[in-house]
């Protein structure tokens, strides 16, 4: 009994230095990303951001161009603005990097971003949460070989391509008490040189971006919940009838 107490113990102390660590290299909590799904603009916005900044390096294997059209786009639009690596409007979303070259220059492949906003969830929030965090928390590291480092994901291979919208930013933190430990935690953001656009213009055109990646992930789930809406409805009007119908037919029943 002593031996489970002592090994209980270690491994609530285990725990306690890990959150202090992980506070200490920067973990933060992740903010909440607006819902955008059903914003037919900030799709298209999304879109057009998501071709020109991230479709470069990242590929949307699972998507397919001609799916931009249920956001609203037309395929002339799609074809004049969109198709930069593809002449047809049917292929899916590649990447035109070279795999080889990507792993000299970031260490590994960049990742398929087709289902990211799901797979990024976590305890703290959904996909789209840390994906809003993590496109809002960059800031300069010379240590880095990109230069750049993460709040949310620190050691992040990837650079901050959109850092001309956003200008460069130095986290700001304060000491305080964690458990005994001091630590040092995230209180805000000094502006060092100010980007083309506004913070809150850049904080618009991320959520856009992270909406987009949002229906990406599933491009009918708003249809779903419309469906399943109606179905509910449908279920609870069927389940009164048959309540009442029940009473009719049992009332002379004793």
Known sequence: MKKIKQLALVLLASLLLASTAQAATGGIAWDKAPNKTNDLPALQNGAKLFVNYCLNCHSAAFMRYNRLKDIGLTEQQIKDNL???????????????????????????????TVIARSRAGAQGSGADYLYTYLRTYYRDETKATGWNNMAFPGVAMPHVLWEMQGVREPQFETQSNHGHDVQVLKGWK?????????????????????????MGEPAQNTRVRIGVWVLLFLGIFSFVAWRLNASFWKNVK
Do not use: C, R
């Open 83 to 113: 198709l930069f690596a593809t002449d047809k409007v049917g292929e899916t979303m590649k990447a035109s990097i070279d795999p080889k070259q990507a792993k000299d220059w970031f260490g590994g492949n960049p990742p398929d971003l």
């Open 191 to 215: 502006q060092v040189s100010p980007g083309t656009m506004t913070p809150l213009e850049y904080d618009h055109a991320v959520s856009d971006l992270v909406a987009y990646l949002q229906w």
